[in-house]
């Protein structure tokens, strides 16, 4: 079965930058489209950002210009570059597919004013 395993959170001042990693398994990973999704304690988890596999990425508003999602098919990895972090965008990050498998434990993004 596919895994997908989240890294790169951490403690981040506002203003500040990190970059989320989500290596996966399986050999059909390049033909799914991936996305990175958060949730904050008591809130509903929220689709952030996808990307299809051509390429073609969508974002929140709330991150729209501030996020970037990418991918490495060669890698099986998934990237959410974070900048300008504010402290509304602590939560837990998760990746995964577009329709949703099995979360994984996420990684925590925590951003202090």
């Known amino acids: 079965q596919v895994q997908l395993v989240e890294s790169g959170g951490g403690l981040v001042q506002a203003g500040g930058s990190l970059r989320l990693s989500c290596a996966a398994s399986?050999?059909?990973?390049?033909?799914?489209?991936m996305g990175w999704y958060r949730q904050a304690p008591g809130k509903q988890r929220e689709l952030v950002a996808a990307?299809?596999?051509?390429?073609?990425?969508n974002y929140a508003a709330s991150v729209k210009g501030r996020f970037t999602i990418s991918r490495d098919n060669a890698k099986n990895t998934v990237y959410l570059q974070m900048n300008s972090l504010k402290p509304e965008d602590t939560a837990v990050y998760y990746c995964n597919y577009y329709a949703p498998g099995t979360w994984g434990q996420g990684t925590q993004v925590t951003v202090s004013s």
């Open positions: 399986g050999r059909i990973f390049s033909i799914k489209t």
């Open positions: 990307i299809t596999s051509g390429g073609s990425t």
